[in-house]
């Protein structure tokens, strides 16, 4: 059973850092998707950033050079450093997993994917 476990959302002002993490609980593919996605209230959800089990990393455009994704093998975590933030930033963030389709990891993990329960990040003008 994967169980995703995110932590360190929270409220901050325009500008400042968070850092996001989740650990993971019973995943052992060998190769794989991971990432964080985004959901901010009458919007659709969106991937933030991904990772795969070759080092590849990619970011959705809103957020390339601001936030920075990064895994611990060891600890079975993922992390996202959030710096810059801007109120449009505000939302559910999701950590999510998957093991590789083929297709972009944005896609395997919305067709395939585990996902945690999200934290809220809230940013204020």
């Known amino acids: 059973q994967v169980q995703l476990v995110e932590s360190g959302g929270g409220s901050v002002e325009a500008g400042g850092s968070l850092r996001l993490s989740c650990a993971a609980y019973?995943?052992?593919?060998?190769?794989?998707?991971m990432g964080w996605f985004r959901q901010a209230p009458g919007k659709e959800r969106e991937g933030v950033a991904t990772i795969d089990s070759y080092g590849s990393i990619s970011y959705a455009d809103s957020v390339k050079g601001r936030f920075t994704i990064s895994q611990d093998n060891a600890k079975n975590t993922l992390y996202l450093q959030m710096n810059s933030l801007k109120p449009e930033d505000t939302a559910m963030y999701y950590c999510?997993?998957?093991?590789?389709?083929?297709?972009?990891?944005?896609?395997?993990?919305?067709?395939?994917?585990?996902w945690g329960q999200g934290t809220q990040v809230t940013v204020s003008s």
């Open positions: 999510a997993a998957s093991y590789v389709v083929g297709g972009s990891c944005v896609d395997d993990i919305e067709r395939v994917g585990y």
């Open positions: 019973g995943y052992t593919y060998s190769t794989y998707c």
